[in-house]
């Protein structure tokens, strides 16, 4: 079962505008969650997390927001730039049912972004 | 700044032959993660370790074992190679002394192709 989602394969927006990408999960074990950022032929890149102790992380043009009620994340990128063209993973971890594992990532499908000049 | 450190980047393989990767992970990182991504899917967990000692074990067939080293560098040893083994494998890295809410840092991958 896929407990990290990502509904949107891919999004396409103008260069200055806004993008938004969607996350849904569905373990309420997961406690903290991260965005990295994918590159052809490249590993993922760290971007942006947060801990469920908190709705909203800002890191320059990166905000993420999370509703735990909703089960849900969203990464806003502002104003978006040709060179954020890339796969944008969501990320959960939490612990196992046994209370003792936290550190493997569970990640959702990607979400291809697009930006154009 | 240091990055994880995979080698091989590429290996081909034949079926039922055995392959080794190895990961080195940035300096004063304790922890090792393992993930396989197939072709069209999200990277999946296979197993990690914690100073040296297996800390959490995911989707890893009984084909493949791994083993963190006393420099901390990592190898996923994996044997009689199926066709469906063929997929991108990523080693990440943390710190995970300090607590376990830190990111991991990705390697670019070995990409192992079995023919």
């Known amino acids: 079962d896929q407990q990290v989602k990502q509904n949107s394969p891919s999004l396409s927006v103008q260069e200055g505008r806004i993008s938004i990408l969607n996350c849904d999960y569905t373990?309420?074990?997961?406690?903290?969650f991260l965005w990295y950022k994918k590159y052809p032929a490249e590993g993922p890149t760290f971007l942006i997390s947060?801990?469920?102790?908190?709705d909203k992380n800002e890191d320059g043009r990166f905000t993420v927001f999370l509703n735990k009620s909703a089960k849900h994340l969203s990464l806003h990128i502002v104003p978006s730039q040709p060179g954020d063209s890339a796969v944008y993973f969501c990320?959960?971890?939490?612990?196992?049912?046994?209370?003792?594992?936290?550190?493997?990532?569970?990640f959702g499908q990607g979400t291809i972004l697009t930006v154009h000049p | 700044a240091a990055g994880v450190i995979q080698s091989p980047r590429h290996l081909i393989k034949e079926k039922r032959e055995t392959a080794t990767l190895k990961c080195y992970p940035i300096p004063r990182h304790d922890t090792v993660y393992w993930y396989q991504q197939g072709p069209g899917q999200d990277p999946q967990f296979l197993i990690s370790?914690?100073?040296?000692?297996?800390?959490d074990k995911g989707s890893i067939p009984d084909r493949f074992s791994a083993q963190q080293f006393s420099d901390y560098h990592s190898e996923l040893n994996m044997s009689s190679l199926e066709l469906g083994d063929s997929a991108l494998y990523f080693c990440?890295?943390?710190?995970?002394?300090?607590?376990?809410?830190?990111?991991?840092?990705f390697g670019p991958g070995t990409r192992l192709t079995v023919l």
């Open positions: 990320a959960a971890k939490g612990r196992n049912a046994g209370g003792t594992s936290y550190g493997k990532l569970t």
């Open positions: 947060i801990s469920s102790i908190k």
């Open positions: 373990n309420s074990m997961f406690d903290y």
């Open positions: 370790f914690y100073e040296k000692m297996q800390s």
């Open positions: 990440a890295s943390s710190f995970d002394g300090s607590g376990p809410y830190n990111e991991q840092f």
